[in-house]
C-alpha cells in the first residue's frame, strides 16, 4: 500500500519558540495532503488542507498565521507551529491523498512544548 | 453536510470471542466509508472501506463490515478478536468523491484474556 512518513516522530520545544514537521508521501504523488490534530483520547480533528502550488485551505477556528502550510511539491507538506505555546502540546497528524483510493495516513508527530 | 456516530466509547471483549463496534452516519450523498485502527501512539491504519460496491466489506486481520443503507449504519465485526485487536477504532465517512474525511470520536477495544 501507499506510505506516508513524517519527520520528526517527537519534538519537544521551549514555548515561543517554531516547529517544523515534514509530511512525506514515499511512493506516489499527492496533490493534496491533510493535516490533523489529535487531543490525548480524542478524535483526530481536520485543521487544514494542503494543496500543492496553492494556499492552504483552513477549517474554522484553526489560526492560518499560526499554522503555517507549505505543499512545495507533489511529495511534501510542510506544517510549522509558529510561536508555540504549551496548548499546542498534541498529536499532529498527516495523510495524502491518493486520487481513486483513499487517505494514507502518517504515523504523526508529537510535539511537547514546555 | 456529513457526520458519523460511534455509539459505544469502549467496548470489552474476552480473547476468541466475536467484536462488535457500531457505527451510523449521515450523509446528504452517497457515502464512502471506512474503519481505521490506531494503536497507541500510533498513526492510523485503514481496516477497510466501503465505496459503493459490495455491501458487505472485507478488510484485513479478520475484520468485515456491513453497510446497511436502511439502517444508516456500518458496523464492523470480527468473528474472534485477538490480543492484538486492542487499540482505537475509528468509523470515517466521506461523501462519494469528496476527499474530506469526517471521524467519529472513536471506540476502544479492549481484550480480556
Known amino acids: 500500500g501507499a506510505v506516508v512518513s513524517q519527520h520528526p516522530s517527537w519534538v519537544i520545544c521551549k514555548s515561543g519558540t517554531s516547529v517544523k514537521i515534514e509530511c512525506r508521501s514515499l511512493d506516489f504523488q499527492a496533490t493534496t495532503m491533510f493535516w490533523y490534530r489529535q487531543f490525548p483520547k480524542q478524535s483526530l480533528m481536520l485543521m487544514a488542507t494542503s494543496n500543492e502550488g496553492s494556499k492552504a485551505t483552513y477549517e474554522q477556528g484553526v489560526e492560518k498565521d499560526k499554522f503555517l502550510i507549505n505543499h512545495a511539491s507533489l511529495t511534501l507538506s510542510t506544517l510549522t507551529v509558529t510561536s508555540a505555546h504549551p496548548e499546542d502540546s498534541s498529536f499532529y497528524i498527516c495523510?495524502?491523498?491518493?486520487?481513486?483510493?483513499?487517505?494514507?495516513f502518517g504515523p504523526g508527530t508529537r510535539l511537547l512544548v514546555l | 453536510a456529513q457526520s458519523v456516530t460511534q455509539l459505544d466509547s469502549h467496548v470489552s471483549v474476552s480473547e476468541g470471542t466475536p467484536v462488535l463496534l457500531r457505527c451510523n452516519y449521515s450523509?446528504?450523498?452517497?457515502?464512502?466509508l471506512f474503519w481505521y485502527v490506531q494503536h497507541p501512539n500510533k498513526g492510523l491504519q485503514l481496516l477497510l472501506k466501503?465505496?459503493?460496491?459490495?455491501?458487505l466489506v472485507k478488510g484485513i486481520n479478520g475484520f468485515e463490515a456491513e453497510f446497511k443503507k436502511s439502517e444508516t449504519s456500518f458496523h464492523l465485526t470480527k468473528p474472534s478478536a485477538h490480543m492484538s485487536d486492542a487499540a482505537e477504532y475509528f468509523c470515517?465517512?466521506?461523501?462519494?468523491?469528496?476527499?474530506?474525511?469526517?471521524f467519529g470520536t472513536g471506540t476502544r477495544l479492549t481484550i480480556i484474556p
Open positions: 466501503y465505496t459503493s460496491a459490495a455491501t
Open positions: 470515517v465517512v466521506s461523501n462519494f468523491g469528496n476527499e474530506k474525511l469526517t
Open positions: 450523509s446528504s450523498y452517497s457515502p464512502s
Open positions: 495523510s495524502a491523498w491518493l486520487v481513486g483510493e483513499t487517505q494514507y
